[in-house]
């Protein structure tokens, strides 16, 4: 009976090592997923960071080339309405006048 009871303490210790094992490797596999995850989110943020600079200078680029393409636009038509000015001056002042003596 005694060594009934011997081999079941042994079992015991043995299956207390096994668990204590097992615990031990799920801290280190949860330690081991939990880095990997880091490193996951901080590759996706570079990747995404990356990304969104590509984008924002992509869009700086279009802007600027808008604006540019809107203000030789607006320097064009300043132009083309100061050259009408110039040349129709005296023709404008003629029919204002003429507004003015017929009224």
């Not at 668990?19 to 949860?30: F, G, S, T």
Request: charged letters at 35%; proline letters at 0%; aromatic letters at 2%.
């Amino acid at each position: 009976m005694e060594n009934v009871i011997g081999l079941l303490h042994d079992i015991e210790e043995k299956a207390n090592l096994i668990i204590a094992r097992a615990n031990d490797e799920k801290v280190k596999l949860h330690e081991a997923l939990k880095n990997d995850l880091e490193k996951l989110d901080k590759d996706v943020a570079d990747s995404t960071n990356a990304k969104l600079l590509v984008l924002k200078n992509q869009v700086n680029k279009e802007l600027a080339a808008e604006k540019e393409a809107i203000t030789k636009d607006w320097a064009k038509q300043l132009a083309d309405l100061e050259a009408n000015y110039t040349q129709n001056h005296n023709v404008f002042v003629d029919k204002v006048i003429q507004e003015i003596i017929s009224e």
